[in-house]
């Protein structure tokens, strides 16, 4: 589709508002949202135009027992109390190991809606092999974009004393941005913060590296570079 | 009567999440979540699901709260974007079987833009809407609710009334092109 005619962005917008857009059209789209901003716009704009039909809906107030359970997934997902201020965090010192027991609760329960979430719409990234060899890993993302899963196709061979770190080589001329370490077998997923989503939508290159143990110390690679891998363009 | 929803207030408070203050988020939950969730019992259609949607819309909101651009007045179309997309989004998972009868079809069409607009600010988008809504066709009118209240597909929305699925799909896109032609007039 040629986005830089304005009525067929505005279509794709109002269709997307609508929800009539099929799963991956919709991905797509909010891709393109966040990088061209007639498109944001074009939703924006939309967003606002029927915004009206929700508010005229006659409100319902949710169980009493929701907002503990919207309170304890955010616990979790601050590492457990990161958020609540200082008069939360003197009752936490009180209730730690309480607070500890419904943190753990609420990470395997967002761990398992995230999972939920995603499970069914793995996209693929990269297949990531050295050069002249079997593959040793395949990323992917989720359809929204938001997560990527890096699974391991065979245990990886590698002394204690160093990991391999995944990079996304921006397509500009930006450094590497890190997105956290590989896994030695099985797989990982990883929530995208919005600049990394971003960036990898635009990427067309991803890199492993062989760092010390835990990481770059840096925030840049600072060992070899054992994998540089082209990114599927799936629009 | 839900208590006015001020514009300016939930930016404050959408700004203050963005800042990790879980208080802030309480405070948006508190003025929003009532509508947030007659919107998804409205799409969903029944309350147990509309309920965990809104608990997913509310961490979302906490997580993205740092990617909401303060433009005045946005932040209620803001939210209610994340919980109608989460609600699109378990939809389409779920492959649902919902299918409408006479009588909701009917109740659909009745899905006017009722009431007074809450703030100034609003009120000429809810005007506007509300005239533009009435100068489509019947059909026209019922696609658009269907879809975006309902959040029906096209193939769903053909189904319920009983026409061609191409048919729909021209419906939808003359009643969006009236639409937006009348709003902007």
């Not at chain 2, 309920?51 to 997580?63: S, Y």
Request: charged share 20%.
């Amino acid at each position: 589709m040629n986005y830089n005619r304005p009525e067929l962005l505005d279509r794709l917008a109002a269709e997307y508002v609508l929800g009539l857009l099929r799963y991956r059209a919709r991905a797509r789209f909010e891709r393109l949202c966040e990088a061209l901003p007639a498109a944001l716009t074009a939703r924006q704009r939309w967003e606002e135009r029927l915004l009206p039909l929700s508010l005229a809906l006659a409100p319902i107030t949710p169980d009493a027992a929701r907002w503990p359970q919207i309170e304890r997934a955010i616990a979790a997902m601050n590492g457990g109390g990161a958020a609540p201020r200082a008069a939360a965090r003197s009752a936490a010192r009180r209730w730690w190991p309480v607070a500890l027991a419904a943190s753990l609760i609420g990470v395997a329960l967002l761990v398992g809606r995230l999972t939920y979430w995603s499970e069914p719409t793995w996209q693929p990234i990269a297949v990531l092999a050295p050069a002249n060899a079997a593959p040793l890993w395949r990323l992917e993302r989720s359809a929204d974009g938001a997560q990527i899963n890096i699974r391991a196709l065979g245990p990886i061979a590698l002394s204690a004393a160093h990991s391999y770190e995944l990079w996304i080589l921006p397509s500009g001329a930006g450094n590497p941005v890190s997105l956290g370490l590989m896994p030695r077998q099985g797989k990982v997923e990883r929530r995208l913060t919005p600049a990394q989503r971003a960036l990898l939508a635009a990427a067309r290159q991803v890199a492993v590296s062989l760092e010390p143990a835990g990481g770059s110390p840096t925030g840049q690679p600072t060992g070899p570079v054992v994998i540089i891998a082209s990114v599927v363009r799936t629009s | 009567m839900a208590p006015a929803l001020d514009g300016n207030e939930l930016d404050e408070l959408l700004g203050r999440c963005a800042r990790r203050d879980a208080a802030a988020l309480q405070a948006l939950y508190a003025r929003t979540a009532p509508q947030l969730l007659a919107i998804l019992v409205r799409m969903l259609g029944t309350r147990a699901a509309a309920e965990d949607a809104l608990q997913d819309a509310f961490v979302r909101i906490w997580q993205q709260a740092g990617q909401f651009e303060r433009i005045k007045g946005r932040a209620m179309a803001w939210m209610v974007a994340i919980a109608r997309n989460r609600a699109i989004d378990l939809q389409r998972a779920a492959r649902p079987t919902l299918l409408l009868d006479a009588a909701e079809l009917a109740g659909a069409e009745q899905l006017r833009v009722e009431g007074a607009a809450d703030n100034a600010e609003f009120a000429a988008t809810h005007a506007a809407l509300r005239r533009c809504l009435e100068l489509l066709g019947a059909s026209q009118r019922l696609c658009l609710l269907l879809a975006y209240q309902r959040g029906l597909t096209q193939e769903r929305i053909a189904f319920s009334i009983g026409q061609p699925l191409g048919t729909v799909k021209s419906l939808v896109r003359r009643g969006l092109q009236s639409l937006r032609a009348c709003m902007e007039s």
